[in-house]
């Protein structure tokens, strides 16, 4: 069992930045898959960013690259996700997610089903 505790969302203007926190309770972290997705109001749950186990490889949506960078620290047990130039589209609950010794192929896992473990949420609302 792998217990989740997301932070740092909130409200934001368009422009603003926020940095999501998700701390994992496992003592195998290192090698657990982590990602970070999003769900708005009517729509399904879908894919922001994720690495691989190590971190040196990033996976993103199309929709956040260049504006997203998620980053984790093993030693933490901790996944972050620094959200700079929001826009109002990017309002949505965000959750962290994870599946202990899922390797994704040496890459990222994209796909919510691939994921056993997720967080509460956390809300971002971001207005123009």
């Known amino acids: 069992q792998v ?3 997301e932070s740092g969302g909130g409200m934001a203007l368009a422009g603003d930045s926020l940095r999501l926190s998700c701390v994992a309770s496992t003592r195998t972290f290192s090698t ?6 999003r769900q708005a109001p009517g729509r399904e749950r879908e894919f922001v960013a994720t ?5 040196v490889k990033e996976y993103y949506a199309d929709a956040v690259k260049g504006r997203f960078t998620f980053s984790r620290d093993n030693g933490k047990n901790t996944i972050y996700l620094q959200m700079n130039s929001l826009k109002p589209e990017d309002t949505a609950v965000y959750y962290c997610a994870a ?9 990222g896992c994209t796909v919510p089903g691939e994921y056993k473990y997720w967080g ?8 123009s």
Do not use: I
Not at 51 to 55: A, K, L, P, R, T
Not at 99 to 107: E, I, L
């Open 120 to 127: 509460q949420g956390t809300q971002v609302a971001v207005s």
């Open 99 to 107: 599946d202990p010794y899922n390797y994704c192929s040496g890459g």
């Open 32 to 37: 657990t898959a982590m990602g970070w997705f």
């Open 51 to 55: 690495s691989n186990w190590s971190g």
């Open 3 to 5: 217990q989740l505790e």
